[in-house]
């Protein structure tokens, strides 16, 4: 083999979530787009807010040198300041423009921070479940992931995660709203786990830094409050991006803020500039950058996705399933019926239902529903979901 062996492994781990996605293109071609009812990718697909597409019209207009040009790797320090301000009212810190780097994307973001900070076989622990890229970001810049179980609640477990933390704990990641479940982390929570972090941090004689992944902050539903947690944890460094609340996912545009307030602010940032350069991003989208430093507050309409949600929530709790309600992002999280969540998903399968398991998420008898899907597709498939959990009660 010629490909390298740590990229063979890595795409064998992944290969069985590659075989829920290439079932539902199967299924799809056999019965058409129409009969099968795709859970599976949380690739948003409500309309960018129209705010959004006059900015991208006006900008799209400028012409001139360098206007499509390289840029400071951390992106226009405009765009920067824009971000800054907009993070110190949702903080209360003090951002400048100096604090924030443009990124590729959340998933960018996480790359350049994980190789600003990681020596080898630095440990990073990650709450389960997470989005499992993590395990990917983690190994591409030779940390070392380690898994720290969340409740039953599906929130942090403090003592679960003062048992991973070691002398080689570099960070932890928080990701709030949650995906895969939905759950939104309560001050009291946040609090919590700035007491942890300050402690141990205080016990191994180095600064153990919370990388806050916030893509979803702004999906939230009901009366329910975003924490932004670098109110709590001053060496947090925030990774966010337009994916989710513009719908900019294939746009490749985020930001890192890091709080100026961190242990050694300044070469953490000017290892991030260096970083975006050489992981080859070099800066991130130039036209996009101009666009949404003009569109900080837009959204596109939370009030669709809770209205999926509250269908979805509402019809399976009816038919018998168990489900810890979401409070953001758009995914659910139910109970498989069955402990075998990979059999259940096959079975949801047969109804032509695409889900994906909780073991893909490192949290086994769940799976996950994303539901960036049109209510007609929520309607239909009810009767499968039905269909499955009847199907299963006896055995
Ligand atoms: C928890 C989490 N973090 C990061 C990302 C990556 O986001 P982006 O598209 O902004 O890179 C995703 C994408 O689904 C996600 O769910």
């Not at 010629?2 to 293109?25: D, L």
């Amino acid at each position: 083999m010629s490909i390298s062996k740590n990229i063979e492994n890595s795409i064998k781990k992944s290969s069985w979530i590659r075989k829920m996605f290439e079932t539902g293109v199967r299924l799809k071609k056999e019965f058409g787009e129409d009969k099968i009812n795709d859970f599976s990718l949380g690739n948003p697909d409500l309309i960018s807010p129209q705010e959004f597409n006059s900015v991208l019209n006006e900008e799209a207009q400028t012409s001139g040198s360098f206007v499509h040009g390289y840029m400071p790797n951390g992106g226009y320090l405009s765009t920067r300041q824009a971000v800054a301000e907009y993070l110190n009212q949702e903080t209360g810190q003090n951002y400048s423009a100096q604090n924030i780097i443009m990124s590729v994307g959340a998933a960018g973001g996480l790359n350049v921070i994980l190789k600003s900070l990681l020596n080898p076989d630095d440990e990073v622990i990650v709450i389960a479940p997470y989005f499992v890229e993590y395990d990917f970001y983690i190994t591409n810049h030779g940390g070392k992931k380690i898994i720290a179980d969340s409740t039953c609640d599906l929130l942090p477990d403090l003592k679960e995660i003062e048992a991973k933390i070691t002398t080689k704990t570099k960070a932890l990641i928080i990701n709030t709203p949650n995906n895969p479940t939905g759950k939104i982390y309560s001050k009291e929570i946040l609090q919590e786990l700035s007491d942890l972090l300050t402690r141990k941090s205080k016990d191994i004689g180095s600064t153990i830094y919370l990388l806050s992944d916030e893509p979803y902050k702004k999906i939230i539903y009901d009366n329910n409050q975003y924490h932004s947690p670098v109110k709590f944890y001053k060496n947090t460094i925030i990774i966010s991006s337009f994916s989710k609340d513009l719908s900019l996912a294939g746009e490749r545009i985020g930001y890192i803020g890091i709080n100026p307030q961190i242990k050694d602010a300044e070469s953490i940032i000017n290892a991030a500039t260096f970083c975006t350069r050489i992981l080859g991003f070099v800066n991130a989208p130039a036209l996009m950058q101009r666009v949404v430093a003009r569109v900080l507050s837009a959204n596109v309409d939370i009030s669709k996705y809770q209205q999926r949600r509250d269908l979805l929530y509402n019809s399976l709790i009816d038919i018998g399933y168990k489900i810890n309600k979401p409070e953001g992002a758009f995914y659910l999280f139910p109970e498989s019926p069955i402990e075998d969540d990979v059999a259940f998903v096959r079975i949801l399968q047969e109804k032509f239902i695409l889900t994906t398991p909780g073991s893909g998420f490192h949290r086994k008898g769940h799976f996950r529903i994303s539901y960036c899907v049109e209510n007609k597709v929520i309607e239909r498939s009810i009767d499968g979901f039905r269909k499955a959990f009847q199907e299963v009660q006896n055995k």
